[in-house]
């Protein structure tokens, strides 16, 4: 082969490998990158899972508080394990003005979650309650720590391996959902009347000692209107009912001029009078957390924008209120 045509056929091997080689190294790098990236988080959290928990204040509202636990396999059971009686648990939340939903000795058998539905497998200890409060608060206490879970849509509670159907005080438990936390004692009549609505309030409270303040949920019903939103908003400043120890933050002389909803943003326009609430920084930040909290109830709302007169400027202690809120990942959290 004459040494000219060897010359050339070389040159030609070199530049595919190095074409090739470059073609490679494009399709692999970022591949690598992405890998990598996608595991820090994963392992920066994989000791502890930020969780709400539903315990029991002195006046017997569930209260929604947010603790770090150990994060392990079978979270969901771990986190009921949490809610039951016990010293250690019994004196932490003391110290809080709170207490555990389930009877001391209640043990969580075995769990299975599928399509949405979480089966809980309780011992007999789980139905050893005091009053038909105290067996209510239990349930919806599993109900909604559950449900805090994303992949928990409903919870069917099963005693010793068989479906609880009636409760001791005759509560019916089939497939529950999260609804009715802390509603307000009712007539009959409202409650099956088809105009009514249920929507949950979100009001201050806090612990006799001082040492603990709290947002409480209230499910209220309320005449079914076109603006549901606003109707909400306006029964948060008309207050909680006498004598629950809860409060509105939000002065009684003000007035929800508009609601609007544009897809998953809700613009509130309030009267000048919100910033009536007597001055501080911590009531005001409990004005703009109560609307945020009470509006993110509503199906479809992640982001909050507060208007005072129509204008999102800054309320007298220094809260911005120029962009949207998103709605709280969490609620009242050990620091609060």
């Given amino acids: 082969m004459p040494k000219k045509l060897i010359y050339w056929l070389i040159i030609f091997i070199l530049l595919t490998s190095f074409t090739m080689g470059c073609d490679l190294f494009k399709r692999e790098q970022p591949q690598k990158e992405v890998t990598e990236t ?58 809080k003005g709170l207490r555990p939903t389930l009877p001391e000795g209640t043990r969580v058998l075995g769990m299975s979650i599928n399509d949405g539905l979480a089966k809980v497998d309780f011992n007999a200890n789980f139905l050893q309650f005091s009053d038909k409060t105290a067996e209510q608060n239990a349930i919806n206490s599993v109900v909604y720590t559950l449900t805090e879970f994303p992949a928990i849509k409903q919870v069917q509670i099963l005693i010793d391996g068989k479906v609880l159907e009636k409760t001791p005080y005759s509560n019916e438990v089939k497939a529950l ?103 501080g920084v911590d009531v005001e930040q409990s004005v703009v957390n109560s609307v945020v909290l009470t509006v993110s109830e509503f199906p479809g709302v992640e982001l909050v924008s507060i208007q005072v007169e129509g204008r999102a400027g800054v309320l007298p202690e220094g809260t911005v209120l120029e962009t949207p809120i998103f709605k709280p990942l969490y609620v009242n959290p050990n620091s609060i």
Avoid: C
């Fill in 177 to 279: 959902e999260r609804k009715g936390i802390n509603l307000e004692t009712l007539e009959a009549s409202v409650i099956a009347s088809a105009e009514m609505v249920p929507v949950t309030l979100y009001f201050k409270s806090g612990s006799s000692s001082g040492n603990f303040d709290y947002f409480v949920p209230v499910t209220r019903m309320v005449s079914r209107t076109q603006n549901q939103i606003k109707t909400a908003l306006e029964e948060l400043i008309k207050g909680p009912a006498d004598g629950t120890a809860l409060v509105s933050p939000l002065p009684k002389d003000t007035k929800v001029l508009d609601v609007i909803q544009k897809d998953s943003e809700v613009v509130v326009n309030f009267s000048k009078e919100i910033e009536g609430y007597g001055g």
């Fill in 38 to 95: 996608a595991k820090e988080p994963e392992q920066a959290a994989s000791h502890l899972r930020r969780t709400v928990f539903y315990f029991v204040n002195e006046h017997n509202f569930l209260v929604p508080v947010t603790r770090d636990i150990p994060w392990v396999e079978g979270i969901g059971k771990a986190a009921l394990e949490n809610l039951v009686d016990n010293a250690e648990l019994r004196a932490e939340l003391a110290e």
